[in-house]
């Protein structure tokens, strides 16, 4: 997953990541990717609710595969570019990446997915505040 893009596989990109310090997991949170040139790369995975795959159009995929879901259908009603729709759809998408970031931290490996990049220190904060509390237990 890291170092991979998709949308244009041409455009350099430098990613900054950073590996959670502890020997008993393997957690990742990638950091803002930066490129190189002035294509846009969409390189940024979020994480189905429904199926929990990784996408980099998670709103083209619940209208393609997940169209039949009331939460989806409800969205997908409003007319593209609403902002209810977008409201909608980014709660979804929202709530994948929470569920995926559950699954990460209840397992203690794979890679966290920050909602905005400021939080990025506070999921950093609170995931490293949590294996500090499984070490003391």
Request: include cysteine; proline fraction near 4%.
């Amino acid at each position: 997953l890291l170092g991979s893009s998709t949308g244009h596989s041409s455009a350099a990109v430098s990613t900054e990541s950073e590996v959670v310090p502890d020997q008993s997991s393997s957690v990742l949170v990638r950091g803002v990717s930066k490129p190189t040139s002035k294509v846009r790369v969409y390189d940024k995975k979020q994480y189905c609710l429904f199926c929990s795959k990784p996408l980099s159009k998670i709103a083209r995929h619940l209208e393609q595969v997940h169209r039949t879901e009331s939460e989806v259908v409800k969205a997908l009603s409003f007319p593209k570019g609403s902002k209810d729709r977008k409201t909608l759809l980014d709660h979804l998408r929202n709530r994948g990446n929470i569920t995926h970031n559950a699954v990460v931290v209840q397992h203690g490996e794979g890679e966290l997915v920050p909602c905005y990049y400021f939080l990025f220190l506070l999921l950093l904060l609170l995931l490293l505040l949590l294996l500090l509390l499984l070490l003391l237990l």
